[in-house]
């Protein structure tokens, strides 16, 4: 059973930063790829950033490139996001994902997700 759990949520000011952790348990972790995703009230889930399962490839939004760096240390089964100056329009619930391989972009290719944590910006 695989199970993931993201933490590091919070409020911040705008131009502030935020690391986001996720936790995997289960499967061999450093077979998968893992992506973040997001959603805002009333918004469809989108796409935010992923990374394969070495850590040597990366993909991310056109909105977070330059802010936001996703990373991976498999010896600790866990995929961060580091989030700078960030805006209002980053607010949203963030979800990490998991994905047998690549470094996709689309929801449906993502097998399993953690629960989410919430980060909201003020401005």
């Known amino acids: 059973q695989v199970q993931l759990v993201e933490s590091g949520g919070g409020l911040i000011p705008a131009g502030g930063s935020l690391r986001l952790a996720c936790v995997w348990s289960?499967?061999?972790?450093?077979?998968?790829?893992m992506g973040w995703f997001r959603q805002a009230p009333g918004k469809e889930r989108e796409f935010v950033a992923a990374?394969?399962?070495?850590?040597?490839?990366?993909s991310y939004a056109d909105s977070v490139k330059g802010r936001f760096t996703i990373s991976r240390d498999n010896a600790k089964n866990t995929v961060y996001l580091q989030m700078n100056s960030l805006k209002p329009e980053d607010t949203a619930v963030y979800y990490c994902?998991?994905?047998?391989?690549?470094?996709?972009?689309?929801?449906?290719?993502?097998?399993?997700w953690g629960q989410g944590t919430q980060v909201t910006v003020s401005s």
């Open positions: 994902a998991a994905a047998r391989s690549g470094i996709p972009i689309e929801i449906v290719k993502y097998a399993y």
């Open positions: 289960g499967r061999t972790f450093n077979t998968y790829s």
């Open positions: 990374i394969n399962w070495s850590g040597g490839s990366t």
